[in-house]
């Protein structure tokens, strides 16, 4: 998981919330309406202003990604087997 903040308070868990639906809400508005709607064989148009507004949003949103605290993991092994998909795989390093 990515974290935008310390993620230790309920102000910081509720800022991170938000920021996920506000990156899952940008995702889910521009991920090429033209063909997930009825209108595909019309073109999407959108104004200079609001595309203005979007590059601003998305320019906010990568400087807060880039700018989050690193989160130093431990890194592990998994020596069982594994169901992948209905399969049993065995994974080791």
């Not at 919330?17 to 073109?43: C, K, M, S, V, Y």
């Not at 202003?49 to 998994?78: C, E, G, N, Q, W």
Request: glycine letters at 6%; hydrophobic letters at 35%; proline letters at 6%.
């Amino acid at each position: 998981m990515l974290r935008i903040n310390g993620y230790q308070t309920k102000s910081e868990e509720s800022e991170h919330r938000g920021f996920a639906n506000l990156l899952h809400g940008i995702f889910g508005t521009f991920r090429n309406p033209p063909a997930h709607t009825a209108r595909a064989t019309q073109e999407w148009t959108i104004t200079e202003p609001d595309a203005l507004d979007l590059f601003s949003m998305l320019s906010y949103l990568h400087r807060r990604l880039d700018a989050r605290p690193k989160v130093v993991t431990t890194p592990f092994v998994i020596r069982s087997p594994v169901m992948f998909c209905g399969i049993e795989t065995r994974v080791d390093s």
